[in-house]
C-alpha cells in the first residue's frame, strides 16, 4: 500500500489555500514497464490499478516556503534537451508565484494525443459544474412500444439497465418493441483524423447519445473491440429484459414519460475519463457542454475564463484525431486554472497519481515524483505529452505541459516523467 498525501495551493484572490490530498492506491510490490503495442494511431496504455477514492479538504495555508527557482530552471532547461525528447515543446509555471520555470517553443501547436481532455474536462467543470447528471428517459410511445430518448449518457450499466427494466415493467406489463432515439446528437459518428479501425481495437466507439460500458463489446472496461450500433445494443439489452422481440432507430419520442434513469455526477464521470484515458467518454462530455458544437464551445468556455487559446487548432474533444494542434502554452494554462481556481479545483483529483493510478500507474517506479506526479497522458504513435501538477518538497505547487513528437513512445515518456519529477525536488 502506499499512502499518498499532497498540499496543493491555490490563490483565490489574495489569500492563500492548501487542499491536502490523501489517497491510499493499490501498487504491485514492482512496477515495470510493459511493451507498448503501436497500433496505427492509436492510444497505447496499460491496464491502470485502481485507486480508492482520495479524501478531500481544504484548510488555509500558513506559509508556502521557499524555493530556488533560478538552480530549478537550469536543471529542467537540462533536461529539455533530452534528444529522447525529439520535437519537444513545454511549459512549466510556478502556479504558487506565478514565475514562468521552462518556456521552450511554448506557443508552438503540436499534436497532443489524450492532453486533449484537459480541455474538455476543464470546461465541462465551468459550464455545467461537478454534480451534473444525464437523465435518460423511457417513452411509452404506445401500449406495446417504449422509446429510449438518448441524452448523452455513455455510462450505462447492466445494473441501471436492470433497474430501468423495473420500472418499465410496473406501468407496462407487455412490451414487444423497444425503440431508440439517437437524435440528440447530430454531426459524424467517426470524425475527421479518426481511424475506422480503432472501434475495433477498442479505441472508440462510433459516437451515438447512450451506451453500454462506453459500447464495449464482451467487457465492461478496457481497451476491448467496441460497437458499430452502440445505441441499438442498448435498445437490445432492454428488449431482452423486457421479453420484447423488436428492436430498431427511430428518430422521435413523444408520449408519456414511464421510466428514467440518471447517470453519476459530472464530476465521477470525468474522473473515470481522465483515469482512463477513455475516448469513448472524452467525446461524450464534449457534447454534454454542447451537442452541436462541442469543439467549439469547449474553446469558447476556456476563453471566458481567462485561458488564451492562442494558435491551438483542435479537432476532437478526447484527441484521438490526428488533425488536433495544441499548445503547450494552453495545456499550461488548463493545469494552473486547476490549482487557481477553486471551480475546477476536482480537475486535480481526477488525475492519474504517478506510480499509483490509471495511466501512471506503471511509470515513475525510481522517480522522485512517484506519489506526487498528477498528470493526463497523452499517446500517439510518435506522440507522447504530459499535462499536470506536482507540489515541490518546498510547499510550491508546479503546472506544466509537455509535448513530445516525432519519438519513441517510452523514451520519450521516460524522459518528461525525469523533468516532472525534477519539479518535486524543487
Known sequence: MLDISSRLVAMNGTKW??????ATVVVAGTVTTGAVVQHKHALTHQAPYKPIEPARGITALTDKGTTNNEALRSTVGALAQDPRLAGFAGKIVDATTGEVILEKDADKPLTPASATKMLTA???????????????????QDDHTVVIKAAGDVWLTDERLDQLARKIKEQMPSVNTVLVDTSAWSGDKILGGWDPDDVNAG????????MLYGGRLGAKEGDVP?????????AAALAQRLGAGTKGYTDSATGEVVATTESEALEKRISQMMQHSDNVM????GREIDATQPVQATLRILSEHGITIGASEVADNSGLSLHNRITPALLTQVATKAVTDPEVHSLILALPVAGGSGTLADR???LDGRGWVRAKTGTLTGVSALVGVVPSTSGHIYSFG???????ILEARAALDTIASALRDA
Open 17 to 22: 489555500w492548501a487542499a491536502t490530498i490523501a
Open 402 to 408: 509537455l509535448i513530445s513528437n516525432g519519438s519513441e
Open 203 to 210: 479505441y472508440v466507439a462510433p459516437l451515438e447519445p447512450i
Open 364 to 366: 515513475y517506479a525510481e
Open 282 to 285: 472524452a467525446e461524450a462530455i
Open 122 to 140: 476543464t470546461a465541462a467543470l465551468y459550464e455545467l459544474g461537478p454534480e451534473h447528471r444525464i437523465t435518460t428517459e423511457v417513452i411509452k
Open 226 to 234: 467496441r460497437s458499430h450500433n452502440p445505441g441499438l445494443d442498448v
